[in-house]
Every structure is written in C-alpha cells, then in structure tokens.
C-alpha cells in the first residue's frame, strides 16, 4: 500500500479511494453515454457510424492526514464541475468538507483528483482558485 516519491514522502493509498472514484467515473459515464444501441439496421447502424463521445471527466477531493514525510490518503468524494466555467461548485465543496469533519475530524482535504489522459488548461484554474 505504501510507495515512496522523489520527494523523500511516503504515500499509502486506501482501496477506497479507487473504488470511489472508478464507482463515479462509471455512474457519469453511464448517465451520459447510453448504452450502443444493436447494430441490426435502422438507428444502430447510424449510431454505430457516428464516432463515439469524448469519455467524461470527473472530479473530486481526496481526503486523510499527513503525519511528518508520510501521506495517508484514506477517502475521497466527487465534486461538481461546471464545463461552460471551468469552475467547481464552492458551497458543494464547502458542504461536504463540513460533513467530513463532523464525522472524521482528524482527516484534512489533501487534493483534488481528476479522471482524463492528460491535465488540461482548465485544470490550473480550479487549482489556483481551489486549492
């Protein structure tokens, strides 16, 4: 579970963090890309040449402690994200962190996370404004 980093940290990642977010990644996915329709005629063949959607990009925060060089991430949960501002909801942020230390006062917003292949430009503008 632990790794190590250039930086000299040690890092230990709970399963629950990939669980949650593949579990989000997943229901965006699912709710915003239908499933293919069969390929015998009529619609499935147009839908079938038409080239597939972009895949969804999800966000959230991870959430643990930092005891000395050693990061524990233990949870993490998904965020609202604006595509037309490139912006996070604020008070969603603000409502679920409130929630977390009523019930996990010990643990601390570490990061944020998103899915996609590469960061992109809008990426540095939620992390200036959020972060």
Not at 34 to 45: D, I, K, Q, R, T
Not at 101 to 124: C, H, R
Request: proline letters at 8%.
């Amino acid at each position: 579970m632990a790794s190590s980093s250039s930086s000299g940290l040690t890092f230990k990642l709970h399963p629950l963090v990939i669980v949650n977010i593949s579990d989000h990644y997943t229901r965006v996915k699912s709710q915003t890309q239908p499933p293919h329709l069969s390929s015998n005629g009529g619609e499935g063949a147009a839908a079938a040449a038409s080239p597939p959607p972009p895949p969804p990009r999800v966000f959230g925060c991870v959430i643990g402690v930092q005891r000395g060089r050693t990061v524990e991430i233990f949870n993490s949960f998904e965020l609202l994200y604006d595509p037309s501002t490139h912006s996070l909801d604020r008070s969603f942020l603000e409502k679920k962190q409130e929630l977390y230390k009523k019930v996990f006062p010990n643990f601390y917003i570490l990061g944020w996370y998103s899915t996609g292949s590469d960061a992109q430009e809008s990426d540095m503008h939620i992390h200036k404004a959020d972060c």
